[in-house]
């Protein structure tokens, strides 16, 4: 889409037979999309889509350029596709002959130069934050964990303002003073009610992350293998300067395996570790105050490194999607797919994940792959998990939320169409399945669920030191060491939730930008946020999300 112009339907590729609305269309109505006149039979809501032309049963539906669904009744030109009426359908694939790798690389003159404001890492990696980590190893240790969160945020000034818990008290003392029920319904929150924050001790430590999960013992001992290469990827992480972990001593996640997955990340490995042992270590008390002591020597250390200037290929992005709508496959997705192409060009990489919504578009992404290996890889990971996903009764065709579907996105296959997005045109470098670690420039495939959590946790753990996140709808996701930079689809979303939405592109939609200028103002964004000039929404409000995928079917 370009700029300046208002459109009410878009036609997305010359060879789709469906439209879609841009704004709600009555029965009856009639509206022109370059020199094509379309009647729509009945009202159409904004982000559904129509036919094109008359449908037999059977007929392919086709959005993107690629088969989205089949119809499952006859349907006239002007009929607004559902669940009721069409059924998932996606082409198949298999190894093409030739790799397709070349593209349009864009304009990055004015990028060249510029840089963002990072922690210098030994291993060369540059972050986008200085966090300090507390791991369990095992889901027994949690409440240790726990105890670590309470004595140590508050104290050195890590705390959040308790706005709502000064509210309360609000509440508490009016009731006190003869309030009645109505009068404390009537009662107005404000900003002033929330208490004021400590200072930071360490001011070059962004913070101390808590990963509590319920993993490393019990399932199998694959597991606790990827468990430990998940967290490894954390502790290796380029936005982590060190950590502690707490481990019981009897389970499946044994210590030993940790440091063999950090060693596969980081052969030189040499931030602070400090590892203590509950079961060698004795009482609690012991294990608290060691770990407590431990931890502030650790911080002391984290806090000598000081933000310096870096090239933007030192950035790392992942790309997701949640709570995703009918608009997210022609503004959000794309915008922040010109956005990861000029990363590329640049010398930077991307990471694209949810590998249940790249169904549809895996023959296009295999033959991107540069080498033949990863293409075979990424065919053998999809049909894998397909497979899987249909052995426990389901598949990739119930992928679609209540929420999609709502918003059109009534197929898996068009919401994968319209995700796939996200990666842009550029080649693809590597295949990676979780919790592999990005160690190449430029586009990685990276399988994980669809679950926009486990995801993003994947990502991360991955290497990303920044996410760009897609919503039509609004989702509040966020991790504990990775800014998650939170893009609407259309403009109602940004104005309705502006305290989890970063950035608009609904104005794509709207007509008054084009996508690579979007993906411009994206990148900016993005060199602001890693600098730390700008605080993401996810970070100021403490959406420190952490789901570990344990390996099954999860879409």
Known sequence: MTAGTKRKVLKVHPHDNVVVALTDLKKGESVQENGQVYTVVEDIPAKHKFTETALNTGDAITMYGVLVGRAKEALPAGAKISVGNVKHAASDFQLAPARRTSWHIPDISKWQQRTFMGYHRA?????????????????????????????????????????YAAFARKLAEQYRQGADANGILETVYTEDDGAAQQPRLFENVDGIKFLTHEGGCGGIRQDAQTLCGLLAGYITHANVAGATVLSLGCQNAQISMLEDEIRKRSPQFSKPLYILDQQQTGTKQALITAA???????????????????????????LECGGSDGFSGISANPAIGYTSDLLVALGGSVILSEFPELCGVEQELSDRCTDEKDALRFIDLMRTYQRRAEEAGSGFDMNPSPGNIKDGLITDAIKSAGAAKKGGTSPVAAVLDYPEKVSKPGLNLLCTPGNDVESTTAEVGSGATIVLFTTGLGTPTGNPVTPVIKLSSNTKLYERMPDIIDINTGTIIDGEESIPEAGERILNYVIDVASGTTKARSVINGQDDFIPWKRGVSL
């Open 123 to 163: 291993d060369g990696s540059v972050g986008t934050g200085n966090y300090w980590l507390v791991i369990p190893m095992v889901f027994c240790e949690n409440r240790n964990v726990e105890v670590l969160r309470e004595t140590l945020v508050e104290e050195l000034g890590y705390g959040r303002p308790k706005k």
């Open 292 to 318: 407590v002591k431990q931890t502030m020597a650790g911080l002391i250390e984290a806090n000598k490194i000081t933000r310096q200037p870096a090239p933007l290929s030192k950035l790392c992005i992942g």
